[in-house]
């Protein structure tokens, strides 16, 4: 786990990362607003978990819910795919742009694979080529990989690369030192060994034998299933391979795995951790590799180099997965998990298990599984998403983070609306608003204080949850925002509400910007960010309110604010932006800058439709 100062160093390389992505990007694509997230059905949602465990260990999880893909937990190198970095979000968010038709996901290392309308799209770390570019290092939304036959069925993710098969072919791309892409990469990427090669085009894999069914991929080396046959090929040094690792410490080309153990059995199903291997065969589960922690299932922590039975899973298993050093498969509905429990992975507080264990706290209808690093993560019948292990990136997506723990259920998926991240039962609103002083003119409300009389007034829909409004003016006035002065104020005051208030949501409610003047539009948007990826890793939904053009001023000044606004509209998702651009008229300001009485009382209304849309009307 990271000590304190690098969490705060690689949140502050997060906030000024994501403000060169923002000023380098075109307009946000408004694509989340037009397709909500559908209901979630069991028959349609499909769960991944990646990590690793190299220096620092980080997991995250994704799955797609109702065609589009939600990730949470670690995403300090963009693998959530919401257009931001921080070092983590507790609770799902879509990824930006895929919000319908995808049919695959793979979670790697610190990158994220997806396939949508037969195309492959990546986001995450790049430093190996993962994303099939050169540059940047990082790409934090969603990017089509070129290169690939179309269409594409399956798509695998490792740490550091990725395969893809598209008719019944593999073709893998990414870091290729120790052979994981079937080949000998000629493309130098540098890294921590100076020798370390990559490939940014996808090529295909020789030596497979028959119509690749499944592809799996570990730390340093990778299997498939070509004819019902398995084949691995890369790093060796534990017999990942299935072969013995004196005789070859990695191969550049695929290697027959079991001829002899699965006879005329065929394959169905097959899973890589960090350096072990299980496939599932005749409806029976097999691991190789390293076996140290027992996540080889056979009763020793010893490495093998050929395929071992793990005989004490009964009934027959239905689906594999495998984390870095644990594995795990489901048998008539439930969750069997073995090898290493350093982070609970294995369902429960307790040592390490060389044989498996049936996971606690789950339904006895689970449909899939999922392993990541250091966690895993079921589904069950009715679509419900329990996941257990270690939290210190809230890859279990119940709302907290650094909290190991049993099974324990999702928070609420993203579909724009509010959620109860703490399931309490109540939603807690916290407003961060500007003061009532207008250029001398003192109104009767600040804006937090107008949008909870809205609030007071409205009826609430039948069967909503209650909600508990806090306003955070905290005694300090006189600047109005978006400007430095107020939201460094407001630092402090989301640092009180997120430790003490618990809020579910934060509304940061600013005015005008007549304090521009004084600061960049680059250095408003940073101090903004800070707040929105505080509130992020807190697992906090947060609406931004924007203001409109400045009018009547001076040239200067107003290409300052529609910079700071454009910027601001980059930073945020669609359907969090509160745009105030429109609807109002010259009797809505008591100046060219300032807003009126009747001005607050539009915008006020405006932002509480945005948060609320349910209320209005009523």
């Known amino acids: 786990m990271a000590n304190g100062w690098l969490r705060q160093r690689m949140a502050r390389i997060g906030t000024f990362a994501i403000v060169a992505v923002l000023m380098a990007c075109g307009p946000e694509s408004d694509a989340d607003a037009e397709h909500p997230t559908a209901p979630v059905e069991a028959a349609g949602l499909r769960i991944t978990a990646g990590g690793s465990q190299s220096f620092v260990s980080f997991s995250h999880s994704c799955a797609i819910v109702g065609g589009g893909v939600q990730c949470w937990g670690a995403n300090g190198n963009g693998q959530l795919g919401d257009g931001f970095v921080s070092l983590r979000v507790p609770v799902p968010t879509r990824v930006a742009g895929l919000d319908h038709d995808v049919t695959a996901i793979a979670a790697g290392g610190a990158h994220t694979c997806a396939i949508r309308s037969g195309k492959v799209l990546c986001w995450g770390r790049n430093d190996r080529r993962q994303i099939a570019a050169v540059r940047p290092p990082i790409f934090p939304e969603p990017t089509e990989i070129h290169g690939l036959p179309e269409p594409v069925s399956q798509i695998a993710a490792g740490d550091e690369h990725n395969c893809a098969v598209s008719g019944g072919e593999l073709y893998c791309w990414g870091l290729g030192t120790d052979g994981e892409l079937g080949l000998r990469a000629s493309e130098h990427c540098g890294g921590y060994r100076a020798d370390e090669d990559c490939s940014t085009t996808p090529i295909r894999v020789e030596g497979l034998s028959g119509t690749v069914t499944d592809v799996a991929l570990g730390s340093h080396h990778s299997c498939a299933i070509a004819g019902g046959q398995i084949y691995c090929w890369g790093r060796n040094n534990h017999g990942q391979l299935g072969v013995s690792a004196t005789r070859t410490a990695r191969s550049f080309e695929p290697i027959r795995v079991g001829q002899a153990a699965f006879a005329t059995a065929m394959a169905t199903d097959i899973a890589a951790g960090a350096d072990h291997t299980c496939a599932l065969v005749g409806a029976r589960v097999w691991c190789w590799g390293a076996g140290d922690d027992g996540q080889l299932g056979v009763g020793a922590r010893d490495d093998r180099d050929s395929p071992q039975r793990v005989a004490q899973l009964e009934p027959e298993a239905t689906r594999i997965s495998v984390g870095s050093r644990h594995s795990c498969a489901t048998a008539a509905g439930r969750v069997y998990c073995w090898g290493s429990n350093s982070e609970g992975q294995l369902g429960f507080a307790g040592a390490s298990a060389d044989t498996p264990v049936a996971v606690a706290g789950l339904s006895d209808d689970i449909v899939d599984v999922a392993s990541g690093a250091d966690h895993s993560c079921a589904v069950d019948g009715a679509g419900d998403v329990m996941c257990w292990g270690a939290n210190d990136f809230g890859q279990l997506g119940h709302g907290e983070s650094s909290r190991s723990g049993p099974p324990s259920k999702l928070v609420a ?93 934060v509304i940061l409610a600013y005015g005008t910007n ?105």
């Open 514 to 618: 007549d304090l521009l003047q004084h600061a960049t539009p680059q250095d408003v948007l940073l101090a903004l960010i800070g707040h929105l990826l505080r509130a992020r890793e807190a697992g906090v939904d947060t609406f931004v309110a924007l203001v409109p053009p400045a009018r009547g001023q001076a040239t200067g000044f107003d290409e300052g604010v529609e910079a700071t606004n454009a910027l601001i509209r980059k930073a945020v998702r669609s359907d969090r932006v509160i745009d105030f651009e429109s609807g109002l008229t010259s009797d809505d300001f008591h100046d060219d800058v300032h807003f009126s009485a009747s001005g607050h009382s539009k915008r006020a209304a405006a932002a509480f439709a945005a948060v609320c849309p349910s209320c209005v009307g009523h």
């Open 413 to 505: 998926w993203d579909d724009g609306g509010i959620r109860d991240r703490n399931g309490d039962g109540r939603i807690t609103i916290a407003c961060l608003g500007d003061s009532n002083t207008q250029d001398h003119v003192m109104l009767d409300r600040t804006w937090c204080e107008r949008l909870e009389s809205l609030l007071r007034a409205s009826t609430p829909p039948e069967g909503s949850k209650p909600i508990d409004w806090e306003t955070l003016n905290r005694g300090w006035g006189g600047a109005t925002a978006i400007s430095l002065p107020s939201l460094r104020r407001a630092e402090q005051q989301l640092a009180y509400t997120l430790e003490f208030d618990h809020p579910d949501l």
